[in-house]
Nanobody, 123 residues
Framework: QLQLQESGPGLVKPSQMLHLTCTVS??????????WSWVRQPPGKGREWMGA???????FYSPALKSRTSISRDTSKNQFSLQLRSVTPEDTAVYYC???????????????WGQGTQVTVSS
């Protein structure tokens, strides 16, 4: 059974960088043709796809967040990470990692999710 687990700080100050890690177990992040996404949900709003890294290390970003976002991976630890720079209170959200099938089905579709981690941006 594939499992994903987010980790990182629950509180970040404005203008700082948010760094989250997703640890995957029960499968490997290099398995063709899966991608691994970061999705967030601000309070009272819908889910927002932020970006993804594919099985071969190719990265994809939401145009709205591309200037502030970096996604990387550590295949030795079976982890992938999100860096979001220059955060503001509008970045307060529950952040999820998920396995994304878009490379196989041609549209964004998730089959496994982490439980999510609350991140609050506040001084």
């Amino acid at each position: 059974q594939l499992q994903l687990q987010e980790s990182g700080p629950g509180l970040v100050k404005p203008s700082q960088m948010l760094h989250l890690t997703c640890t995957v177990s029960g499968g490997t992040i290099t398995t063709s043709y899966y991608a691994w996404s970061w999705v967030r949900q601000p309070p009272g709003k819908g889910r927002e796809w932020m970006g993804a890294i594919s099985y071969d290390g190719t990265t994809f970003y939401s145009p709205a967040l591309k200037s502030r976002t970096s996604i990387s991976r550590d295949t030795s630890k079976n982890q992938f990470s999100l860096q979001l720079r220059s955060v503001t209170p509008e970045d307060t959200a529950v952040y999820y990692c998920a396995r994304d099938l878009f490379l196989m089905v041609g549209q964004r579709e998730y089959d496994y999710w982490g439980q999510g981690t609350q991140v609050t941006v506040s001084s």
